[in-house]
């Protein structure tokens, strides 16, 4: 008995430690933001922050633009997680189901895809994205990012339909069903906690992406937050309340978006591991 309760305890404690370090950065960056400057540099670090100081989030969002900034990052993010994800349901589908010329091919080089960094292709994307005026536009931000993110989400969708008896589906087709009917009737319901897993990896690919929205976005009011909290940088001095006030903001989304679906993502990662 004693040895149980032992058990318990230590689960416990190692959950909060996890937890705690877990939380601990963003915490930090609320207490930051609600810091004066005397206390930013005192010598002993202030660990609560100074409600008193909350104005500093209120004059964020509203004297800066702090909430267009963050409206274009969700704007980005969601487009990208729906393009993605549309896109990568068909061509998982179609890799996993389908015999066809090149198929081995296709699949080594959505993986090499992943190996490209995102730097070496800015130049020949700027020159592709200004013959076709998709410079300075979050559409063209939604294109270049779920090119990027679109193969890795299409290989977790094709091992969670590679684990899905082909019975099912024969019997289906028995009765009369076509492939798209099979797939969305019976395959997409089934794979739905890697289709939430994929959406998670699809949304933060957006959602923290840099090098091409401040390559190819030149509006402020079209930057993402990624782009806009850089701009506080300046040579003389950065407000690092605001920084952090914003960057706060910025991760808030996130989190809130993961803790709703958290409970797919373990299962949707794992769901294409093993056959049968």
């Known amino acids: ?8 305890t ?17 915490y930090w960056m609320f207490v930051t933001a609600l810091s004066s400057n005397s206390d930013l540099f005192a010598d002993q670090p202030r660990l609560t922050p100074d409600l008193g100081q909350f104005g500093v989030f209120v004059d964020a969002l509203a004297e800066g633009k702090a909430a267009g900034w963050l409206l274009n ?7 990208t997680m729906v393009l993605s994800v549309g896109l990568g349901i068909p061509l998982g589908y179609a890799l996993s189901r389908f015999s066809f010329w090149g ?10 895809t992943q190996m490209l960094p995102e730097a ?12 076709f005026e ?4 979050l559409t063209g931000l939604v294109l270049v990012n779920s090119a990027f993110v679109l193969p890795i ?16 589906e024969e019997a289906a087709r028995a009765d009369g069903a076509r492939p798209f009917t099979t797939l969305t009737r019976i395959n997409v319901p089934l794979i739905a906690p890697s289709i939430a897993a994929t959406a998670v990896i699809a949304f933060f690919h957006a959602w923290n992406e840099y090098v091409f929205a401040v390559t190819f976005i030149f509006n402020p009011d079209l930057q993402p937050a990624s782009v806009g909290i850089a ?15 914003v960057a706060f903001l910025f991760t808030l989304p996130a989190v809130a978006f993961y803790l709703l679906v958290q409970k797919y993502v373990v299962s949707g990662m794992t769901a294409g591991a093993v056959k049968g």
Do not use: Y
């Open 73 to 79: 990052s969700l704007i980005i993010a969601v487009g």
């Open 231 to 245: 701009n506080f940088i300046g040579e003389l001095g950065t407000p690092i309340q605001t920084v952090m006030a």
């Open 134 to 137: 998709l410079l300075d536009s």
């Open 10 to 26: 230590a689960r416990i404690v190692a959950v909060l430690v996890v937890l705690g370090i877990a939380v601990f950065p963003l």
């Open 103 to 112: 198929k081995a091919v296709l699949t080594v080089v959505l993986l090499f």
């Open 120 to 131: 070496l292709m800015v130049v020949p994307l700027f020159a592709l994205f200004r013959r």
């Open 153 to 168: 989400v299409a290989l977790i969708l094709k091992g969670a339909i590679d684990g899905i008896p082909k019975e099912l």
């Open 1 to 8: 008995m004693r040895r149980f309760r032992f058990g318990v």
